[in-house]
């Protein structure tokens, strides 16, 4: 008999693998963090003699789903300003709310943004946002994956006084992350209209110098392009190409307002684009052109952008937001098919992420994974498991999520996080918010 931590059994395993092979009365083994096997539960009862068995019965166990962008701690804003033109959501609500926060308020809601994700399924994110260092210690210390990056811009922000500060500070976070096996650090130009393009081509050389992934967000609105054309005479995914941004190192948020060239030159340069079809719904954005995007091959992940624009962090809802909406735009029900939305929220994002180990199971592996409760009156009958992952399932199924084997939510608990305090903590923030404009 071979030794493993755990032994979990499920009705279905949903791999993500090259076959996208789906396994019926299946079992995974958990060693040190890894995948150490993957098969029919029968054997698999055989071969291994487990420290601890999760017997999940009528449950079905996928990867942990890959948020491909999003702004944690814009949690503390959720619901607070809705419904509004998008320019004055943003300098007459969200800008005024953020000069409010400070790093206990942005630990705070960082917690609450992990603690959403987790009950939902996430494992790991891809965030940009001020004070990161402050989120990505909360997400480290809680157990999740993430791609970080503080934001760029050519003016003060909360996380950066002075705007000549913003590369070196990079430049010191990015050391204290090396080596962390959980948070990677990214350079993150906030934008092309909060930059300028000697800005933008200093961040691609330091992203190439300290061989680091870049994001960015990039051609959101028809706005964004109308500005940067009077500005700069051309669009920005062209000056973003011109300041060396574009590569497969890079994850560009959005990409709504995109020409048929500009698609093939993402394609050719195989940079990855994070689509988060909520939040440019929501902010009446556009709808980003990712059927035809899918089909010249450009990388695609799945992202919920910051919960003020949302207003949920929850990648089933994103998935299920994602397949509609393209189907609905292009009048075509074959656009966007499950598989294809499922593939975008898991493996779409190990590429947006840069980490390609992440977004699937299989043996050697990471064990970061998710499960659901099959017996969901939503959940059943049950012909097409990733039918259901994208069009029934809630993401309020999840009964377990666990990192690199450590399991961070269960049935309501959460283990890394205290999770009454948590709740103290944001009444406190609530009230405070309410008084601000
Ligand atoms: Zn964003």
């Not at 995948?35 to 698999?44: K, M, S």
């Not at 934001?151 to 000549?164: D, K, M, Q, V």
């Not at 009048?331 to 992440?358: I, K, N």
């Not at 999840?398 to 996080?417: H, R």
Request: negative net charge.
């Amino acid at each position: 008999m071979l030794n493993c931590d755990i032994l979990i059994s499920a009705e279905v395993i949903v791999t993500q693998n090259a076959n996208r092979d789906i396994l019926y009365q299946a079992a995974l083994a958990v060693t040190g963090g890894t995948i150490a096997a993957l098969g029919q539960r029968v054997d698999l009862e055989k071969e291994y003699q487990p420290k601890r068995v999760l017997k999940l019965g009528k449950s079905l166990l996928m990867p942990g789903l890959v948020n491909a962008h999003t702004h944690m701690p814009m949690t503390v804003m959720r619901g607070k300003a809705d419904d509004l033109p998008l320019m004055d959501w943003l300098n007459g609500h969200i800008f005024p709310l953020e000069r409010r926060l400070d790093p206990h308020i942005i630990q705070v809601g960082t917690e609450l943004a992990c603690a959403e994700m987790l009950r939902t399924g996430a494992t790991a994110f891809c965030d940009m946002y001020l004070n990161e260092s402050t989120i990505y210690r909360t997400a480290d210390r809680i157990g999740l994956k993430a791609l970080v990056g503080e934001g760029i811009f050519n003016f003060p922000t909360l996380g950066c006084e002075n705007p000549a500060d913003a590369l070196p500070l990079a430049r010191s976070r990015a050391e204290e992350l090396r080596g962390n096996p959980r948070i990677r650090y990214s350079i993150a130009p906030h934008a092309v209209y909060t930059t300028t393009p000697e800005l933008l081509a200093a961040c691609a050389g330091l992203a190439r110098e300290l061989e680091l992934p870049l994001q960015i967000h990039l051609a959101e609105t028809r706005s964004e392009t109308e500005q940067c054309l009077k500005l700069y005479g051309i669009r920005p995914l062209e000056l973003a190409c011109r300041a060396g941004i574009l590569g497969p190192d890079t994850t560009i948020a959005h990409g709504v307002d995109l020409t048929e060239e500009e698609m093939d030159l993402l394609a050719e340069s195989a940079t990855v684009v994070a689509h988060n079809p909520r939040s440019n719904m929501k902010l009446a954005s556009g709808a980003a052109p990712i059927a035809r995007m899918l089909e010249k091959g450009v990388p695609l992940g799945l992202g919920t952008d910051g919960a003020a624009s949302n207003n949920t962090l929850n990648m089933f809802a994103e998935m299920s937001a994602c397949a509609l909406l393209h189907k609905h735009v292009g009048q075509e029900s074959t656009a966007l098919p499950a598989q294809s939305v499922l593939d975008m929220a898991t493996l779409g994002g190990a590429r947006a992420l840069h980490r390609p180990e992440l977004g699937s199971l299989g043996i050697g592996g990471p064990a970061d994974l998710t499960a659901l409760d099959l017996a969901s009156p939503n959940l059943l009958p049950l012909y097409s498991p990733v039918s259901h992952l994208v069009y029934a399932a809630s993401g309020h199924e999840v009964i377990l999520t666990m990192v690199d084997g450590n399991i961070l939510y269960e049935n309501g608990k959460f283990n890394s996080i205290d999770y009454p305090a948590l709740l103290r903590e944001v009444a406190e923030i609530n009230v405070f918010m309410q008084k601000q404009n």
